[in-house]
């Protein structure tokens, strides 16, 4: 791992640890918009969010975005380029063998709903469960609904 990955690293746990927030974490957030509700069932989100349709680069560059999903931060994926990536969870390469879309769907959006101790970011938790004092986070989710569906998109062809 490199230093820059490591730092990264740290910081998402500092972030994540204080569920506070810091200054420079605006970069993470998404544009406030309509939250979509969204429900769980057997551990899964069968449908997609707000009914979106997922594009399968934009997910594979939202993955790889240190300011976005930043999942190389403690995943490794099968991304050509990559000098270093994080091994706090799980390889992701053929993850879509061993899991069905809407369990990754329900990973991805809220993972905590299956690991509640897990140190994975939700990346749609519904805001309203997020304590987070400072105005600028009110409302907002880490990634957009369109940005979840298109890392759905992505993770799905990892077969
Ligand atoms: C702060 C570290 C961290 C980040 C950032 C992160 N994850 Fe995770 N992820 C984990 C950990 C740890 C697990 C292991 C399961 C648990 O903790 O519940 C996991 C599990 C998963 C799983 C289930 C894997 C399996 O084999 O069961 C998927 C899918 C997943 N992550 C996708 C993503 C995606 C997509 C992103 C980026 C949008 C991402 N993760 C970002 C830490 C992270």
Redesign the pocket.
């Known amino acids: 791992m490199s230093v820059t990955a490591i730092k990264k ?1 740290i910081i ?2 500092i972030v ?1 640890a204080s569920n506070a927030g810091m200054a420079d974490d605006s970069a993470m957030l998404s544009p406030a918009e309509d939250y979509c509700r969204w429900q769980v069932k057997d551990y899964a989100i069968e449908k997609p969010l707000c009914g979106l349709v997922g594009n399968i680069d934009r997910g594979k560059a ?2 790889s975005d240190g300011s ?8 490794q ?1 099968p991304i050509e380029g990559i000098e270093a990536y ?1 091994t ?5 390469e053929g ?1 879509a063998s ?2 069905s879309e809407g ?2 769907r329900l ?2 959006v809220d ?2 709903n ?2 509640p ?5 939700g ?1 749609y938790r519904d805001p309203s469960l997020i304590n987070r004092p400072e105005k600028i986070y009110k409302g907002r989710t ?2 957009t609904a369109q940005q ?1 569906e298109d ?2 998109a ?2 799905v062809t990892l077969k």
């Open positions: 690293t998402l746990f994540l939202i993955a976005k999903g930043n999942c190389l931060a403690c995943h994926l994080g706090i969870g799980p390889p992701l993850i061993r899991l369990f990754i990973r991805v993972t905590r299956i690991n101790m897990s140190i994975m970011p990346f880490f990634l979840v890392v759905i992505y993770l």
